[in-house]
């Protein structure tokens, strides 16, 4: 059915195969698709100063700081589980080896030549 040409008869054999086409498709998109996270729980304040192991004065400053990511319903505070996991990680300290790979890169993008007269004596 590649490339053929589509006649009023043929109509029903190239839907059917459009179909299984798009069938096969979504299969493939969900494969790609990272699995939904288990971790995705909402968890009240308690929970929040036991996956970061800070005190409840602590999350209430970072919160407040904008530094926690958080929600807020009433009087009530509430965290993601991933959110906070995701936290602790983006706060992960670099090792000497990746600073100086940085510091490195940083220096030769920072590196200006002295552009050529144009004129000539």
Request: with cysteine.
């Amino acid at each position: 059915m590649q490339k053929e040409t589509v006649t009023f008869d043929k109509l029903p054999e190239a839907v059917g195969y459009l179909t299984e086409q798009v069938i096969e498709l979504k299969k493939m998109v969900a494969e790609l698709q990272p699995p939904a996270s288990d971790k995705h729980v909402l968890v009240e304040i308690e929970d929040a100063c036991r996956i970061i192991r800070k005190a409840k004065p602590t999350i209430y400053t970072l919160v407040r700081k904008g530094l926690l990511p958080a929600y807020k319903k009433g009087k009530k505070l509430y965290f993601y589980e991933d959110e906070l996991l995701a936290w602790i990680e983006n706060g992960r300290r670099k090792t000497s080896e990746q600073t100086y790979e940085e510091m490195l890169a940083n220096m030769q993008d920072g590196v200006r030549h002295k552009p050529k007269s144009s004129v000539k004596l």
